[in-house]
């Protein structure tokens, strides 16, 4: 079945440095979500990419889809304490509107 | 507010029992999902429905079993066939099925003693 893996796993930062999350599906996909989870949260809805090579940038976080359509990453400019969470994308399986969540990136930010 | 709302927020159940987790939303929502999250896992999909008195099974719906009655309300049932069913679950709706933007409850941690 449709797979969407996300690397790394674990990611600890020292706060102001970058970060980067991959989101990577074993099929093409329509669209692509990115959501965050802060530590015994729930997941919150940060942007939705449609178009093959798209970039959208939220202050410092920038999110892009692949040409292909079936990567994604989430890059994090200066990364700060109140970033830290699991940072997941979805996409929807092909053939039908289920969204699959990818495994999800842990960010841990040392202060 | 407009939002959506799970209760309880911890549930204990003795192995053997079935439970029911509530899902209520009041955005108006055709499509609503369940999920369920491991410790440090991501999210699998168990049911979801696109409108009244229709769901579908996700990924893992083996020993669950879901409603849908009334378009606000997606309520869970985690029946004694499910063999680990100690998770967090969480519920989500969206606008429709069309790729739209899903918001989430606060969730259900269950617990089996």
């Known amino acids: 079945g449709q797979q969407v893996m996300q690397i790394p796993q674990y990611q600890h930062v020292q706060e102001g440095e970058d970060f980067t999350t991959y989101c990577n599906s074993s099929?093409?996909?329509?669209?692509i979500q990115w959501y965050k989870q802060r530590p015994g949260g729930h997941p919150v809805f940060l942007i939705q990419l449609v178009k093959s090579g798209e970039v959208k940038k939220q202050k410092r976080l920038t999110f892009q889809f692949g040409e292909a359509k079936k990567n994604s990453s989430l890059h994090i400019t200066a990364t700060q304490t109140t970033d830290v969470g699991t940072y997941f994308c979805a996409g929807p399986t092909s053939g039908t509107y289920k969204y699959i969540f990818g495994t999800g990136t842990r960010l841990k930010v040392l202060a | 507010d407009g939002g959506i709302t799970q209760s309880p927020k911890y549930l204990f159940r003795k192995e053997g029992q079935n439970v029911t987790l509530s899902c209520e939303q009041n955005l108006n929502h055709d499509a609503m999902y369940w999920y369920r999250q491991d410790p440090g896992q991501g999210l699998r999909l168990i049911y979801y429905s696109q409108i009244v008195n229709d769901f579908q099974k996700g990924d893992i719906a083996e020993g669950y079993s879901v409603s849908r009655e009334k378009k606000e309300s997606f309520p869970l049932t985690v029946t004694s066939a499910q063999k680990n069913p100690t998770a967090f679950y969480l519920c989500?709706?969206?606008?429709?099925?069309?790729?739209?933007?899903?918001?989430f409850g606060q969730g259900t941690r269950l617990t089996v003693v």
């Open positions: 099929t093409t996909l329509s669209n």
């Open positions: 989500a709706s969206s606008i429709d099925l069309m790729g739209a933007e899903a918001f």
